[in-house]
């Protein structure tokens, strides 16, 4: 074997983020798909996340046509300090320049390759990395339209009114020892996840809980993070309306104070 092994960052994302879970609170994630978003416009993002106190930007997209993933990242980290994490839509898009890894398992999905097999071809680069590495149970949940995602993994999502089946998914995931469960309606989703399904899936596991896809206003925000949301993540919304930044992030901390921060 002469593959570069770098040590992996301490975990203090992930303590961080089961504190959230450990409080009851909520973080505000912005999402930036390098495909949608130009070096200059990130530098623009970058500026509204520190005026707001966005809490972490996710970055990564499903097809990455544009390489610009670490110019992105350096333009938002020059004006940001906000911890960046990779949600990458393959093993290509890891780079050590961001501070942690959602390290994605489809658990809605029964595609081997997006469980195992294309973590065994990222293994090096992950490895070589010294990426904080986030084990993710990543489940899509249906939001009314097709998804990149679901196409490309072949897989369906888990049906929107059957929280029933994402409790039971998320249990799967906890009990093989992932870190943080993911729940996805989808990028741009007609319909976000619900708060039936947050609140179930929520009140029920012991790791901290991302919902995203298809959340659009501040409301929806503030009803995510009171369901029990750890991390809402937004990224559409914000690429057509920068300044629903400050909203979002208002409706959240509105959220965390209602519950004693
Ligand atoms: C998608 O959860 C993210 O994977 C964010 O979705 O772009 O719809 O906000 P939106």
Request: some cysteine.
């Amino acid at each position: 074997m002469h593959f570069k092994v770098c040590p992996l960052k301490k975990q203090h994302l992930y303590q961080q983020f089961s504190h959230l879970k450990a409080t009851n609170k909520t973080a505000f994630v912005v999402l930036a798909d390098p495909d949608k978003i130009t070096v200059h416009g990130m530098t623009e993002l970058a500026e509204l996340c520190r005026q707001h106190g966005v809490d972490y930007l996710f970055i990564g997209g499903s097809l990455l046509m544009v390489h610009q993933m670490e110019a992105c990242i350096r333009a938002f980290r020059a004006a940001c300090n906000a911890p960046i994490l990779l949600f990458p839509g393959s093993p290509s898009q890891v780079t050590p320049l961001a501070d942690g890894l959602l390290y994605l398992s489809l658990i809605s999905s029964r595609n081997a390759d997006l469980l195992i097999g294309q973590h065994v071809i990222s293994a090096p680069a992950v490895k070589a990395s010294g990426l904080e590495v986030i084990s993710t149970g990543y489940m899509l949940i249906d939001g009314g339209i097709s998804t990149t995602v679901s196409y490309i993994s072949h897989s369906l999502p888990i049906p929107a009114h059957k929280p029933e089946i994402a409790v039971c998914t998320a249990w799967a995931a906890e009990l093989q020892g992932k870190h943080i469960i993911y729940m996805d309606a989808g990028s741009g989703a007609a319909q976000p996840v619900s708060l039936p399904m947050i609140k179930a899936v929520s009140q029920n596991i012991n790791i901290p809980l991302i919902v995203g896809g298809g959340i659009h206003t501040p409301e929806k925000m503030y009803e995510n993070a009171m369901a029990g949301a750890n991390l809402i993540v937004a990224g559409n919304a914000i690429e057509k309306d920068s300044s629903l930044i400050k909203e979002m992030a208002l409706a959240v901390k509105q959220a965390n104070d209602e519950r004693g921060a």
